[in-house]
């Protein structure tokens, strides 16, 4: 729905990484494993990559896996 509202405004699509080891997900769900939890950075890397590879569609949920897989 993101993508289609802005559209418009040239951006070409809407990213959503997953749940990653940070402190908002640890305070938002204290009993999650951060072990099982994508770090960042590796999220950023890995989506910078996509990025720079014209890897992603519009509207897709990223995770570091489909990232990772498509490579």
């Known amino acids: 729905m993101w993508s289609a ?4 405004s ?3 699509a809407a990213v959503d990484p997953g749940e990653m080891n940070t ?5 938002a769900v204290p009993d999650a494993d951060p072990a099982g ?3 960042p950075e590796d999220v950023a890397r890995a989506l910078v990559r996509a990025l720079a590879e014209d890897r992603l569609a ?3 949920r990223v995770t570091l896996a489909s990232l990772e897989g498509a490579s």
């Open 10 to 12: 040239g951006v070409g």
């Open 5 to 8: 509202e802005l559209a418009a």
């Open 58 to 60: 519009s509207g897709a």
């Open 23 to 27: 402190r908002m997900h640890a305070d």
């Open 37 to 39: 939890l994508a770090a």
